[in-house]
Nanobody, 124 residues
Framework: QLQVVESGGGLVQPGGSLRLSCAASGFTLGYYAIGWFRQAPGKEREGVSCINDSGGFTNYADSVKGRFTISRDNAKNTVYLQMNSLKPEDTAVYYC?????????????????WGQGTQVTVSS
């Protein structure tokens, strides 16, 4: 079964850090661009960050720029999202998605494989 699986979510205090992982199962992640999206209760899904297949291109939403870092280790078939200086407004379910053709960083329709999501809660 071809899928991506997120992990690393949890409860963290404001100002804290978490590192999310996106692992591929059944295919080689290194051929795919990866996007991270999030969806908070009552809000639309929004793009957070993306990285191309080689890791040479990355992009961040303005809301996370300077705080989040996306990276990948193709040898481990995994993409990471390092989240620092977390704020309560970062609370959401975070999803990773894989796209074989990198046509749009934050266009959900560009991504073929989606994970089930991992909950991130930022609260004191």
């Amino acid at each position: 079964q071809l899928q991506v699986v997120e992990s690393g979510g949890g409860l963290v205090q404001p100002g804290g850090s978490l590192r999310l992982s996106c692992a591929a199962s059944g295919f080689t992640l290194g051929y795919y661009a990866i996007g991270w999206f999030r969806q908070a209760p009552g809000k639309e899904r929004e793009g957070v960050s993306c990285i191309n297949d080689s890791g040479g291109f990355t992009n961040y939403a303005d809301s996370v720029k300077g705080r989040f870092t996306i990276s990948r280790d193709n040898a481990k078939n995994t993409v990471y999202l390092q989240m620092n200086s977390l704020k309560p407004e970062d609370t959401a379910v975070y999803y990773c998605a894989a796209a074989i053709i990198f046509s749009g960083c934050y266009d959900p329709h560009a991504y073929k494989y989606w994970g089930q999501g991992t909950q991130v809660t930022v609260s004191s």
